[in-house]
């Protein structure tokens, strides 16, 4: 059974490609700056990538993943700051960060759970990305990952999907609940069957018996 370390390590996205995403024309987006498709960092133009959403769905880890791996071909001049929950952040400080936003060089990914609180400027300066909950079938390649990792089979797509649904969009719940699968699966696991070559104690037993009979008719 892994730790919570180990299961962080091996399940926490790291690449683009590990993001369960909400919807394909998101998922789209991100590729497109990813791969530098869509023109980004234009000078008085576009700088910066709001990721909004409700809460749980993955908006941190997609900013980490764009920060490290995905907006980061560019020259090592330019400045890059990632800000989670920027939603929180008084007039005063988005107003400095619009007026930053204003100069070469600089590359923000941003994150918020509520996009309305975000003043128009900054919005008008990013490419802003909905990420709210992803729908249930979305989550099952990493359903299959997880059950097949903890060496469980014979669970169905239905009763996976059942079980993503009680975490309603949630990452944090949903692996959880998936965890919660594994462990209940892996308590009522069944013993491996003996091998055919391999004599059972009730096997054992009843020779031992059938032995007793035959040497008492002997010795009769």
């Not at 769905?57 to 993943?65: E, H, N, P, R």
């Not at 007026?99 to 923000?108: C, I, K, L």
């Not at 209940?184 to 003996?194: G, L, S, T």
């Amino acid at each position: 059974m892994l730790t919570a370390k180990e299961f962080e390590e091996r399940y926490t996205p790291k690449t683009i490609g590990d993001i369960v995403f909400p919807n394909e024309a998101s998922k789209e987006l991100i590729e497109q700056l990813v791969n530098g498709q869509r023109p980004f960092l234009i000078s008085e133009g576009k700088c910066g990538i709001l990721i909004y959403g409700i809460s749980g769905t993955g908006k941190s880890d997609l900013a980490k993943i764009s920060n490290h791996a995905v907006l980061m071909p560019y020259q090592a001049s330019q400045h890059y700051y990632v800000l989670d929950e920027v939603n929180n952040l008084n007039a005063q400080a988005m107003a400095v960060i619009k007026s930053v936003m204003n100069t070469a060089g600089n590359v923000f990914i941003l994150t918020t759970n509520h996009f309305e609180h975000i003043e128009q400027g900054v919005r008008s300066r990013c490419h802003c990305i909905p990420f709210n909950a992803a729908p249930p079938p979305a989550w099952l390649p990493l359903a299959h990952r997880i059950i097949a990792d903890a060496g469980i089979s014979g669970i169905t797509d239905q009763r996976l999907l059942s079980v993503i649904a009680t975490g309603k969009g949630s990452a944090r719940d949903i692996t959880d609940a998936l965890m919660s699968v594994v462990l209940d699966a892996m308590r009522v696991k069944p013993c491996p069957a003996p091998h055919p070559s391999t004599p059972n104690a009730e096997f054992l037993l009843s020779s031992l018996v059938v032995q007793h009979d035959t040497t008492n008719l002997r010795s009769q």
